[in-house]
């Protein structure tokens, strides 16, 4: 059982990188934010209180992503390992997570990327309605103009993807996602990634720290 925690700031590249390992690792990618968006899109009741909190950058209550974190991992797709991409978001909810006692090893992965490349990324990412899978418009488009080459779904931007939400998120993430890096270094578990450069060079140092634990 491996645990893999992908920490580092909005648009560092997590959920890209988390297609990937889950892909040639066979882990399930459980990412909180597209559960949300995806309450969001079928207007539950936790995606009217998710919402909110989305639109502005801020982070949704963590009652609820504990809910639906503990609710997620205890799958049967869950039992040999699985990636968390966005999750913990805060020293409260690392503490939790640690609290299920989930037995097996733990692995936090930390993508390390300037503000400049994270605003430039996120104001051209598109993402496909259908499937989730990402884009950006300069460095990976799509082959047809706002369709998803995997799926055929149309590629949308993301609400949050918006200029002053973008900065938003960049703060709470320096204010209450950071300190994790010590959190996690501390537990001696932190691999560190340069994630700027080609996607494929990133993932090659991805599996390299990978391949250190398993
Ligand atoms: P969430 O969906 O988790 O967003 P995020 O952390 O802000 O991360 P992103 O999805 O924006 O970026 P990413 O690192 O996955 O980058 P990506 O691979 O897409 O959270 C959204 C909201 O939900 C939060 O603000 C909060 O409200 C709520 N939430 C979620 N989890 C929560 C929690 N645990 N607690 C409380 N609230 C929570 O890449 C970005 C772009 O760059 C793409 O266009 C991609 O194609 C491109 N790209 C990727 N790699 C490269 C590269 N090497 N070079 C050039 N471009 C690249």
Do not use: H
Request: charged share 35%; proline share 4%; net charge positive.
């Amino acid at each position: 059982m491996l645990k893999i925690i992908l920490l580092g700031a909005p648009g560092a590249g997590k959920g890209t990188q988390g297609n990937l390992i889950s892909k040639k690792y066979g882990f399930p990618k459980i990412s909180t934010g597209d559960i949300l968006r995806e309450a969001v899109k079928n207007r539950t009741p936790l995606g009217m209180k998710a919402k909110e909190k989305m639109d502005k950058g801020e982070l949704v209550d963590d009652e609820i992503i504990l809910g639906i974190i503990k609710e997620r991992v205890s799958r049967e797709d869950c039992k040999k390992g699985f990636i968390l991409d966005g999750f913990p978001r805060n020293i409260k909810q690392a503490e939790e997570f640690e609290k299920l006692g989930i037995e097996g090893k733990e692995l936090a992965i930390l993508f390390e990327v300037k503000d400049e490349e994270i605003i430039r990324r996120l104001s051209s990412r598109r993402v496909c309605k259908n499937c989730g899978a990402i884009y950006n418009l300069v460095v990976s488009p799509p082959k047809k103009e706002g369709v998803c080459d995997k799926c055929g779904g149309e590629l949308i931007q993301r609400d949050d993807d918006r200029p002053e939400v973008i900065k938003r998120r960049l703060s709470v993430y320096k204010e209450q996602t950071e300190p994790l890096v010590k959190f996690y270094e501390n537990r001696g578990i932190l691999g560190k990634v340069n994630a700027e450069g080609e996607i494929e060079q990133i993932f090659n140092s991805v599996c390299d720290i990978i391949g250190q634990y398993l």
